[in-house]
């Protein structure tokens, strides 16, 4: 079963520039956005109407990083990139997270780990 969900997960997300460049062409980003996190958000705050431990302040500015900004940047980046180069670049996400990892933290991956 985990087999099947690590399966379905890369699909599901790819099909979103499918339904962009097939469905959702008129609409702008921004509502394609709001459209895709709103319903979610809805569900989560019937399931558990309690709100987290946060400051507002920081609640607000993960919310933007996490969900606002995220889903407006992925929406533009669909709208504008092919969905072969979305999908090159979505490949190239292991190696991303390595220099990230290497100019972040300063640590290096044995070359066992690069292949």
């Keep these: 079963m985990n087999y099947l969900l690590a399966l379905l997960v890369p699909m599901l997300w790819g099909s979103t520039y499918a339904a962009v460049s ?8 921004y509502w394609v956005a709001v459209w ?5 958000g809805l569900v989560l705050l019937l399931l ?4 987290p431990p946060l400051s507002w302040s920081r609640m607000t500015l993960l919310s933007f990083c996490n969900i606002a900004a995220f889903f407006v940047l ?3 980046a669909a709208y504008r990139l092919p969905g072969s180069v979305a999908g090159t670049l979505g490949a190239t ?4 997270m390595m ?5 972040g933290e300063g640590k290096n991956l044995p070359p066992v780990q690069w292949c």
């Design 22 to 29: 097939l469905f959702l062409q008129d609409m702008s980003p």
């Design 36 to 40: 895709r996190a709103l319903p979610a």
């Design 74 to 76: 992925l929406f533009i």
């Design 93 to 96: 996400m292991p190696l991303q």
């Design 99 to 103: 220099l990230l990892q290497w100019l």
């Design 48 to 51: 558990r109407p309690k709100l």
